[in-house]
Structure formats: structure tokens, C-alpha cells
């Protein structure tokens, strides 16, 4: 299998330098908050899959959704107005989920790039509607993380994801993001920072001129890109900021929706209502792939209320509202709140934080610890604290594989060591990828 996986599997994301091994490490099988490879090594899933699997991998009810699903209607399309019964529920339920948020209306699709594309899309097509022809413009947050399509490469906040596709949409423009660790103010204060980064966003509007803005995306925590948690009154800072310029403020919650930053949204988390939210991943907790923009009331009703015809939404894809993706959908949010996965995301995030801040006092390999707000948190590498010269890739890729074999799968990107476990981690699970990687880190001196 091995030799196979080398031979016919392109890897394009695993650098052999950064990633387990090369080739990857094969997983054959999950249950619970565990992961087995090809040679019966079993793991706490430090990742969560893919920062989605945040009720692990044994879900029985969300297996017999599915099965059930299967046998009575394994597809019928949403696309030209005909519908499921399953995604008519499924946007009741999500609509009483993200009321709280101001969202009530779903768009399907079929995973986290697709609702970034759409979002940004009909953002567009809501000034459009409304006679602002000329807010085309979108703003978004340096060192996000946006999906794949290309105009999420193009609001990408990491120009490591941009540059290699350019010309990429023009239009997109990229503000400081509130890293206290780097950035061009060398201010480590959080909130001295956000004010820092709020004015730079000012100033970034009057120089493109606001009537030509048409939306503003952040990540509520930004994920990919390191975990960076802004200070509180970032994000708040950032919806004032566009209510004032008429600007729309899409929240990509792909991540940080259902429960990762111990809030049932990231959004909320800040007491923010964004107009569109991005949401994928964990809404059927890697079951199928699936996804969803929530529509603020506002915004729906510009479309709704539209009689020129410019209302009508020209995208949506073959796998939009799958019944089944629906089946699964409908089945983890209810186990999501049945286990208020939310509040034990916090506790574990806690432990977690402490744990790694602990691992700080013992390593100087550790820069930064960054987390504080649920089950999100990095370690960022360094071989010179003083000149936070990032550590190498032999390194920290020696570090991954240590914490591997001594029990935790965690994910590296760049110089950082990233944490993202299902949210129904257990406590003793948690003091596992903690010793795990404590031994990662003893490995290399
Ligand atoms: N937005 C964010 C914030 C993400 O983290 C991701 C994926 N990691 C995406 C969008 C893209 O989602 P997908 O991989 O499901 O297309």
C-alpha cells in the first residue's frame, strides 16, 4: 500500500521535509477522537481530520442518517427550484442555530471554497441589486486563509497561496492582520494592536474610496494561516468599519462555526453579526462534503425584493443540498448541541493552552503560544528567540514525527505547529497530545 500510495497518489500539499514522513502516513481507521495507520499505530487525532471532525469519528447516529438517506433518496438535484425534504429541515434547523448571528437563510454548497466563492459573489450582486454597480472591491485580512477558488486565492491573506496562480482577481486588497508576534507596527500589545490594524483598515477604505468596497472577509479566528485570536475588539471594530461605509461583512467561519472557539460561531464568540457567513467542514464532521453560506435577513430580502432580475442567483452546484450531505448535516448539528460540544471545546482549549505555555517555559524552540479560545492553538517555532528566525524544516518535521509515534497526529504549517482535535476530546486525550508532544520536542535536544 505504501509503495502505491508513493507510485499513484500525487501529495502536492506534503512537503517530505514538513510532513510525516515520505510518503504519508496511511489512516485506516477512527473511532472516537483516535486515528489507526496502515501499521496498527494508534493516535489521538490532534487535527480533528481537518479541523472539521469535531465529534470524532464514531457518530452512530450520524452513520444511521446517512444509511437511511441512502436508501430512500441518494441524490435528486436542488438546482432548478425542485427541492428535498431534507434540506427544507436542515434550513430550519441551521436558521434557529445561527438566528442568534442575525442568519437566517441557507445557500447550499458543496464544501468551505465553494461558500467563500459564493459569498464573495453575491456580495457583488447585493450592491448590484441595490444600484452600487461599482462595489466590486473586497478587502480581507493579511495571513487568512480563504479556500481554493479562485477568488479565495485571490482574498487570500498569504501571499505564499497567491503568488504562484497570479494574475489572480484584481480588486482584492489585504490589510494587517492583529499578529502580535510579527507585524509592521512592532507592537505586541493585543489591543493596542487591533486599534492599530483598524486604522490601517481605515485608511485602506478612504484610499480606495468606500463606494467601490463591496465586502470585507475575515476569519473570526484566523485558522490556516497560525491561529491568530485578534483582541476582542477587533472584530467589532471591523463591522462598525463597514456599517459605516456601507461595506458588507462576510465572517468565514468554515472553521470556527459549531462550536470551535467555544462559542456556537466565531461571530458570536465577538458579539458580532456578520451579513453572510461562510460554514462547511464540521457541518457534517467530515461524514460528507457539504456547505453552507447563512444569509443575515437584510440581505435576503434585497434579493427577494428584487424585481429587476438581477436577484437571480446564476451559481450553485450539482451537489448543492445533497440529500444525503443534508441527512448527515441534519444529524450532527443535532448531536452538536445534544452534547454542547461548545463548552467542553473551552475547557479542553484551557487545559491545552496551559499545557503548551508550560511547554513554552521548557523549550526555547517555542516563540509564540497562540490560543486561548477554544479548540484552536499553534506553537510557533523559532531558532532564535531574539530574532524569531523560524525554525527549519528537518526540525520541526523531526519534532511532528516524534509526537507521532509518541501518540498525538498534530499539523504542521510553515514554522507552525497547529492543534485542532475534535471538540469532544477527553480530558485524558488532551494531557496525551500535551506528553506527546512534550516528547516531540525532547526528541530534537
Ligand atoms: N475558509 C477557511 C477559513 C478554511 O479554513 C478553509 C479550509 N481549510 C476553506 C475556506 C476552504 O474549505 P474547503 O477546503 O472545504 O474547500
Redesign the pocket.
Known amino acids: 500500500l505504501k509503495e502505491h500510495n508513493a507510485r499513484h497518489l500525487w501529495h502536492p500539499m506534503a512537503h517530505p521535509a514538513d510532513s510525516l514522513a515520505n510518503p504519508p502516513d496511511i489512516i485506516v481507521e477512527g473511532e472516537g477522537v483516535h486515528i489507526t495507520d496502515v501499521d496498527g499505530h494508534r493516535t489521538v487525532d490532534g487535527v480533528g481530520g481537518?479541523?472539521n471532525v469535531n465529534l470524532g469519528y464514531s457518530c452512530q447516529p450520524v452513520k444511521d442518517a446517512i444509511a437511511a438517506q441512502l436508501d430512500r433518496l441518494p441524490y435528486y438535484s436542488i438546482f432548478r427550484g425542485t427541492t428535498n425534504d431534507n434540506v427544507i429541515e436542515l434550513a430550519e434547523r441551521l436558521r434557529d442555530f445561527f438566528a442568534p448571528d442575525g442568519l437566517t437563510r441557507a445557500f447550499y454548497t458543496s464544501?468551505?471554497?465553494?461558500?467563500?466563492e459564493i459569498a464573495l459573489r453575491l456580495a457583488r450582486q447585493y450592491h448590484k441589486i441595490r444600484g452600487e454597480a461599482g462595489r466590486v472591491k473586497y478587502l480581507s485580512v493579511k495571513k487568512?486563509?480563504?479556500?481554493?477558488h479562485t477568488l479565495?486565492a485571490s482574498v487570500n491573506g498569504n501571499a505564499n497561496f497567491r503568488t504562484q496562480y497570479e494574475p489572480l482577481m484584481p480588486g482584492c486588497y489585504h490589510v494587517p492582520s492583529p499578529y502580535t508576534y510579527r507585524n509592521p507596527f512592532g507592537e505586541t500589545d493585543h489591543e493596542k494592536l487591533a486599534q492599530l490594524c483598524l486604522s490601517a483598515i481605515e485608511d485602506e477604505i478612504k484610499f480606495q474610496d468606500p463606494s467601490t468596497i463591496a465586502a470585507f472577509i475575515m476569519?473570526p479566528v484566523l485558522?490556516?494561516g497560525g491561529v491568530i485570536p485578534p483582541h476582542e475588539s477587533f472584530m467589532p471594530g471591523v463591522r462598525e468599519i463597514c456599517d459605516k461605509h456601507g461595506i458588507l461583512l462576510i465572517a468565514?467561519?468554515?472553521?470556527t462555526a459549531f462550536g470551535r472557539t467555544g462559542d456556537w460561531s466565531g461571530s458570536r464568540h465577538w458579539g458580532v453579526k456578520p451579513d453572510l457567513m461562510?460554514t462547511?467542514?464540521a457541518i457534517t464532521n467530515g461524514y460528507f462534503?457539504f456547505?453552507a453560506v447563512m444569509i443575515s435577513e437584510g440581505v435576503a430580502e434585497v434579493f427577494e425584493q428584487d424585481t429587476s432580475g438581477k436577484g437571480a442567483i446564476g451559481s450553485g452546484y450539482t451537489y448543492s443540498g445533497h440529500p444525503v450531505g443534508a441527512a448527515a448535516a441534519i444529524a450532527c448539528l443535532a448531536e452538536t448541541e445534544r452534547l454542547n460540544v461548545k463548552d467542553n471545546a473551552a475547557a479542553r482549549g484551557k487545559q491545552l493552552f496551559d499545557g503548551l505555555n508550560a511547554l513554552k517555559d521548557k523549550y526555547d524552540l517555542i516563540g509564540d503560544v497562540r490560543g486561548g479560545h477554544g479548540l484552536m492553538l499553534a506553537l510557533e517555532l523559532v531558532s532564535d528567540q531574539g530574532a524569531k528566525t523560524p525554525i527549519d524544516k528537518k526540525t520541526i518535521g523531526a519534532i511532528h514525527r516524534a509526537t507521532y509515534e509518541a501518540g498525538a497526529m498534530v499539523r504542521v504549517s510553515g514554522n507552525n505547529i497547529i492543534l485542532s482535535p475534535p471538540l469532544v476530546l477527553p480530558e485524558a486525550d488532551a494531557r496525551t497530545i500535551l506528553s506527546a508532544l512534550d516528547a516531540g520536542f525532547a526528541s530534537v535536544g
Open positions: 481537518l479541523w464544501g468551505g471554497s465553494d461558500s467563500v487568512g486563509y480563504h479556500g481554493t479565495g476569519e485558522g490556516a468565514d467561519e468554515v472553521i461562510c462547511a467542514k462534503p456547505g
